[in-house]
C-alpha cells in the first residue's frame, strides 16, 4: 500500500468514475485501475461496485475516512519536511552558561522564535560542566561553554563562535570600595570583606584567588545568591559584565576601578561536537542570530572560529557597543 494508491482511491470517490479520476490526476484510465486493483488485494476485498459510477462498498465505506486521514498526515509531513529543508520547521537544542543566558542567549532566542514561530525550542542553562555533559549524551546540539576547555579534545568540540566578555569588579553604590573611585588590591583585601569568590572560568582565576587569600573572610557562592549579596551591600565581587550589565545601567551595582590589576576577562565559546553532522538550517539560523547579538555587544573576540563561516558584520545602521 503507497500514498499514490490512497491517493487514486480517493480521487475515484471524489469523481465518482475512474475515467473522470484518471483526468483529474493526469493518468490514463489503465493506471488508475491498476492502482486500485493492488489496494484492494491490500485491504482483502473490493472497495467499489463497478457500473456507470462506482459506488462504495461496505469495506470502502470503512476504508475510505481512514486513508483520507493518511493522506492528510502524510501531506503535513512533506510539508513539514520542506519547511524544515528552509529552517522554518524543526527543532533546536541549546544549552549556555548561566551567566550568558540573559544576556547573549535570551536576546538571540527572542530575534530568532519571532523569525521561526512554528521551530521547536529546548534551551538549557546550567555550569559549563553541565553543559558539555549534555553535549556528549547527545540532548543538546550546540552549546556556550567556557574556553578553551579541557574536555574539548575528547568531547571532539568544535568552537563556531568565539566570544570575550569583561571582568568587573562591583559593589552597592554605598559600600566603602564604591565611593572610592579606584583602589588597590591593599585596599579590597582590607575593605572588601566579605569577599564573593565566584568560578567564571573552569578553575578560580588565579588573580582572584590571590586576592580571596589576602581579603580573608570570603563567600564561594553559587553567581545568582553572590550577585543578590552585592545588590545588598553585603559583599564585593568580580562578575562578567554581561551578567550584571542592566544592575550597572539602572545603579543598583558600581563598577569599581583598580589600579595595580590586569584586566581580566572571560573567553567562551559556542561549540557542536564534530562528528554530529551539519547543522539544520533552523539550528543555523539560531547561530546566526546569537553572531549577531554578540556582535552587537562587543562580544566577539576573533570572529568565527569557523574559517568558512561568514565574518561578523554590523548590521546597517548599527555599530557595536562599547565595552566600558
Avoid at 568587573?168 to 575593605?191: F, K, M, Q, T, Y
Avoid at 542570530?289 to 562580544?299: T, V
Wanted: hydrophobic share 45%; glycine share 8%; aromatic share 4%.
Amino acid at each position: 500500500m503507497d500514498r499514490a494508491q490512497l491517493a487514486a482511491f480517493d480521487q475515484v470517490v471524489r469523481e465518482g468514475t475512474f475515467t473522470r479520476a484518471a483526468i483529474a490526476m493526469g493518468l490514463g484510465q489503465p493506471a488508475v485501475s491498476a492502482r486500485m486493483k493492488a489496494l484492494e488485494n491490500e485491504v482483502g476485498g473490493a472497495l467499489f461496485t463497478r457500473g456507470r459510477r462506482v459506488v462504495l462498498t461496505a469495506l470502502g465505506e470503512s476504508f475510505l475516512p481512514f486513508a483520507r486521514r493518511a493522506l492528510e498526515v502524510l501531506g503535513e509531513g512533506v510539508e513539514a519536511a520542506r519547511r524544515a529543508q528552509v529552517g522554518q520547521r524543526g527543532r533546536v537544542r541549546l544549552g549556555s552558561l548561566a551567566s550568558l543566558a540573559g544576556g547573549l542567549v535570551g536576546p538571540a532566542l527572542a530575534a530568532f522564535v519571532r523569525a521561526h514561530p512554528e521551530v521547536d525550542c529546548a534551551i538549557r542553562a546550567g555550569d559549563h560542566e553541565r553543559i558539555v555533559a549534555l553535549l556528549l549524551d547527545g540532548v543538546l546540539e550546540l552549546g556556550v561553554v567556557t574556553w578553551p576547555c579541557t574536555e574539548a579534545t575528547a568531547a571532539d568540540l568544535q568552537a563556531i563562535l568565539l566570544f570575550r566578555e569583561p571582568v568587573a569588579l562591583v559593589a552597592s553604590p554605598e559600600h566603602p570600595l564604591s565611593v572610592r573611585g579606584a583602589v588597590s588590591e591593599e585596599e579590597i583585601a582590607r575593605l572588601g570583606r566579605p569577599f564573593l569568590r565566584l568560578r567564571w572560568w573552569q578553575h578560580h582565576h588565579p588573580v582572584l584567588l590571590r586576592l580571596a587569600e589576602r581579603a580573608g573572610a570570603l563567600v564561594d557562592v553559587p553567581m545568582e545568591a553572590a550577585r543578590r549579596l552585592a545588590l545588598e551591600g553585603a559583599g564585593v565581587g568580580f562578575f562578567t559584565r554581561i551578567y550584571i550589565a542592566e544592575d550597572l545601567e539602572r545603579g543598583a551595582l558600581s563598577e569599581i576601578a583598580v589600579r595595580d590589576l590586569p584586566r581580566i576577562h572571560r573567553d567562551s565559546a559556542l561549540v557542536r561536537r564534530r562528528r554530529s553532522g551539519p547543522l539544520s538550517p533552523a539550528a543555523a539560523d539560531l547561530v546566526e542570530a546569537i553572531r549577531r547579538q554578540a556582535w552587537s555587544l562587543g562580544l566577539l573576540s576573533r570572529g568565527p572560529a569557523d574559517p568558512s563561516a561568514p565574518a561578523p558584520r554590523p548590521r546597517r545602521g548599527a555599530s557595536p557597543r562599547r565595552r566600558r
